[in-house]
């Protein structure tokens, strides 16, 4: 019943600038607690930023000063506007949407981000 949907990865040279979008279906949005995580090869899937449905954000310190996480309750969706990007932070993205009513998550199906030095 929940879809998410990431987009707007892709291939760029360190210091250059992504913005990952996720949209999301059904009207569970506004209930949600929302994350960006992402996982390298031969890592462990991490998190990268979270926004509650109240607007509080939180970041790994890794990506402090770096990424916004932002959302837009009108256009089901949730941002990752990436900045100052390096090749550490090449990974594939995944979106998560966790209904807080019963505590479920739904994930997307993730997008590549590629960073080159």
């Known amino acids: 019943q929940v879809q998410l949907v990431e987009s707007g990865g892709g291939l760029v040279q360190a210091g250059g600038s992504l913005r990952l979008s996720c949209a999301a279906s059904?009207?569970?949005?506004?209930?949600?607690?929302m994350g960006w995580y992402r996982q390298a090869p031969g890592k462990q899937r991490e998190l990268v930023a979270s926004?509650?449905?109240?607007?509080?954000?939180n970041y790994v310190d890794s990506v402090k000063g770096r990424f916004t996480i932002s959302r837009d309750n009108g256009k089901n969706t949730v941002y990752l506007q990436m900045n100052s990007l390096q090749p550490e932070d090449t990974a594939v993205y995944y979106c998560k949407a966790n209904i807080l009513l019963v505590q479920k998550d739904y994930w997307g199906q993730g997008t590549q981000v590629t960073v080159s030095s």
């Open positions: 059904g009207s569970f949005f506004r209930l949600s607690d």
């Open positions: 926004i509650t449905k109240g607007g509080i954000t």
